[in-house]
């Protein structure tokens, strides 16, 4: 039975009208929002409280508090969420923590007055007008988010292209203030471990791509149903909208207990649901007794999936337990689906959209007036050019060829010498305390022959020390972003094999990095691409599987004669 025809009996847990204004904030219309729990009439949920959750997060217990999230059906009105959402937004905040008032003195440099506009303030270009949601915002509120938008698009202006920004902004005001709604959104725009609002066209296409690949595998049933209803025409049109199924499509109470899931956990939380709407959706339509007509389906296929979030037959409670039931779904696999789509389209270098923009291969990837002078300043204090016959134009050249194999957004940020064996000397301990918490680093390797080679990679090397589940020491780490090069005597790049599809490797094709007291390995595979000794000063290269790259140096072992370890400020 769809939640609008629920009845008042099961609408259990509404409350007095002055309660439901301490839950949520001043600038929000509570006439119209309907307040659902999952306990049976008569019964009072054992609910954890904020101090539950908030000493989980304090101890460092972030999956005891995860479960705590998913299993906890707080009522839509609960008050809990007003300290709940900022503590768990501010958990993923980068960088000093904002003074009071922060928030204030931008505003009055953006808009010259603290007081709120009469006219409608002209939203900044990254957002998607056709997705400005609202929710139970009154038009007040709306005003306070289009300034809390716009403040977030001055402060951050490398954002070019992010639809979900402001939705989710809107979700966020009806449970706090128009100051803590900022710094939580500030938290999700720029986290260093997860993702939670993608903020360029490209990555916004990879999202939906995403989707579309995990559901073949996890929801198979529901898209080969949806592939055949698509009579003419591609079924790809269909995960185009998938994160409007949840944002745009979901009642607010279903949407406001998927938001207490992701403001811990990421997107990944939204890929769950909208697989568990894909199952959801199948088996109610093909269902005996379903109200559902197929001619109707195929006639209407691209309002299908946000007609049933409309008016979903689940509770929110079961709606969570379908998304974080799916087995085999891990955050490794999701983002190793995302990353291969990434690089994917970053090959082809075409963007989606109304206007289908292509990229020119030649400019892409090529340095910012910015990042020019981070490579000219690195080329001065390269160690390797003081060894290097042909001298610093060459020295620059190949450095500006390597920029432009760096993921575009690491040539945002500086480049910083962090290890070289010229200072720091040829010690393997030493290497581990001067890089191993930088994420990504770039090594370049000098042998006594004059070859220059090295690898991009995009792990910490303090992860040589993480332990599975079953506390063993994973051998290998790392993603599909690391890559080899070669810049003399020639220049080329070794991506991982993964971005051309080449999946019949297995596991040798995904063998990264690896590290102990006595050696670092790069690649591996029937062979080591990068192997160093603890010493630093011997090495040898051969082809590998993870990169499929021929030896980088002629004879196959090398004698180092320079190490240099870069990292980048604010990565």
Not at 193 to 205: A, C, S
Not at 489 to 514: C, N, Q
């Amino acid at each position: 039975m769809p939640v609008n025809a629920v009845g008042a009996d099961q609408l259990s847990g509404i409350e007095e009208e002055s309660d439901i204004y301490e839950a949520f904030a001043p600038h929000v219309d509570t006439s119209n929002i309907s307040v659902l729990t999952d306990t049976p009439p008569g019964k009072k949920p054992n609910l954890k409280s904020f101090q539950d959750v908030q000493s989980l997060i304090q101890q460092g217990k972030k999956r005891e508090a995860k479960l705590v999230l998913r299993e906890n059906s707080w009522p839509t009105n609960s008050p809990i969420r007003s300290q709940l959402w900022p503590a768990l937004c501010a958990q993923h905040h980068v960088g000093k923590s904002m003074l009071d008032g922060f928030y204030w003195d931008m505003v009055n440099q953006v808009f010259g007055t603290t007081e709120l506009p009469e006219k409608p303030i002209m939203l900044p270009p990254f957002v998607d007008s056709t997705h400005c949601l609202p929710y139970h915002l009154t038009r007040k509120g709306r005003a306070v988010a289009d300034r809390v938008v716009s403040v977030l698009g001055y402060a951050c202006p490398d954002i070019t292209y992010s639809p979900t920004l402001y939705p989710i902004t809107s979700i966020l005001l009806h449970f706090m203030s128009e100051e803590e709604c900022y710094h939580c959104m500030a938290s999700l725009v720029a986290p260093k471990e997860k993702v939670f609002i993608t903020q360029t066209k490209l990555l916004y296409e990879v999202t939906w791509k995403t989707v579309m690949q995990i559901a073949k595998k996890h929801a198979k049933s529901a898209v080969n149903y949806l592939a055949a209803m698509c009579s003419g025409q591609k079924p790809e049109s269909i995960y185009m909208d998938w994160c409007w199924w949840i944002l745009g499509g979901l009642p607010f109470p279903h949407l406001v207990r998927v938001m207490d899931c992701f403001f811990h956990e990421g997107i990944k939380v939204f890929y769950r649901v909208s697989l568990a709407i894909l199952i959801l959706f199948h088996k109610h339509v093909t269902a005996s007794n379903s109200d559902w007509d197929a001619d109707t389906i195929k006639h209407d296929i691209d309002n299908a999936l946000p007609k049933f979030c409309k008016n979903i037959p689940v509770s929110p409670a079961k709606l969570l337990r379908t998304a974080f039931s799916i087995r085999a779904l891990s955050s490794t696999y999701i983002s190793r689906v995302f990353l291969k789509t990434e690089m994917l389209l970053k090959s082809k270098s075409v963007l989606s959209g109304p206007k289908q923009m292509v990229r020119s291969r030649s400019s892409d990837n090529l340095p910012t007036s910015q990042s020019q002078i981070n490579v000219q300043m690195m080329s001065h204090t390269l160690t390797i050019r003081e060894k290097y016959r042909e001298g610093l134009e060459t020295c620059r050249a190949m450095l500006f060829t390597l920029w432009s194999w760096l993921p575009v957004r690491i040539t945002m940020y500086q480049p910083v010498l962090l290890y070289t064996t010229e200072e720091h000397g040829c010690s393997l301990t030493t290497f581990y305390v001067r890089v191993e918490q930088h994420e990504p680093t770039l090594l370049m390797i000098k042998t006594c022959n004059n070859e220059v080679f090295g690898a991009y990679c995009s792990s910490r090397w303090y992860e040589r020390n993480l332990k599975d589940d079953r506390g063993q020491r994973q051998a290998y780490f790392g993603t599909g972003e690391t890559f080899l090069f070669s810049l003399y005597p020639e220049r080329a790049k070794y991506p991982w094999v993964g971005i051309e599809g080449d999946t019949g490797l297995g596991h040798a094709s995904e063998l990264f990095m690896a590290a102990d007291s006595k050696m670092i390995t790069i690649g591996g595979g029937e062979g080591q691409a990068i192997w160093m000794d603890e010493n630093i000063r011997f090495g040898k290269t051969d082809r590998c599987q993870t990169f499929n790259n021929p030896p980088l140096c002629a004879s196959g072992d090398f004698e180092i004669r320079v190490l240099e370890v870069y990292g980048f400020v604010g990565a």
